[in-house]
């Protein structure tokens, strides 16, 4: 299946869920679901910006200038990376979900992930200032980078880690 089409079945998939959330007819699962295919499009999003044109477990992200040192110190290892950090939404996911919520169609719901949805690695350590600011699941008041008000670097670029 072409990425594209891959994107606009999860997008489909997505604006069901939201549907349900918005009308009060949600399932066990539906919160779990709308995680799950934001995943999903954040990979389609990171395999269409590396140049993949078909699906491929990822192997790029984002991360941190401090995770990413102390990975490249154990010898940029993939499975060490859930031993350095954890794998944190940008914009908390309960942010991300309540924007989604008041998106009309496919084409804002779209544009709205293309600019919120970013999927970060950070060291444990950034993860706990997270939490003790206040900001594990929101953003400061003003709405700007929860990351900034904390003192975390982002690497400008996706990096590669597996398949090296």
């Not at 869920?17 to 949600?26: I, K």
């Not at 944190?88 to 008041?102: A, G, I, N, Q, Y």
């Amino acid at each position: 299946m072409h990425l594209q089409q891959l994107l606009d079945n999860r997008i489909r998939t997505l604006e069901n869920e939201l549907a349900l959330a918005r009308c009060g007819a949600t399932t066990e699962k539906t919160n779990t679901i709308i995680r799950e295919v934001c995943i999903d499009i954040w990979n389609i999003f990171v395999a269409k910006k590396v140049g993949y044109h078909a699906p491929s477990k990822p192997d790029h992200a984002y991360m941190s200038e401090a995770f990413f040192m102390l990975w490249e110190q154990s010898g940029r290892q993939s499975k060490l990376m859930t031993k350095i950090g954890v794998l944190e939404h940008e914009t908390p996911m309960v942010v991300l979900r309540d924007r989604m919520l008041s998106t009309t169609d496919a084409h804002d719901l779209c544009n709205l992930l293309l600019r919120d949805l970013r999927l970060v690695w950070v060291t444990k350590q950034e993860d706990v200032k997270l939490s003790r600011a206040g900001l594990a699941l929101s953003l400061p008041a003003d709405g700007s980078s929860r990351y900034t008000a904390v003192g975390i670097q982002i690497l400008p670029d996706l990096v590669q880690y597996k398949n090296l």
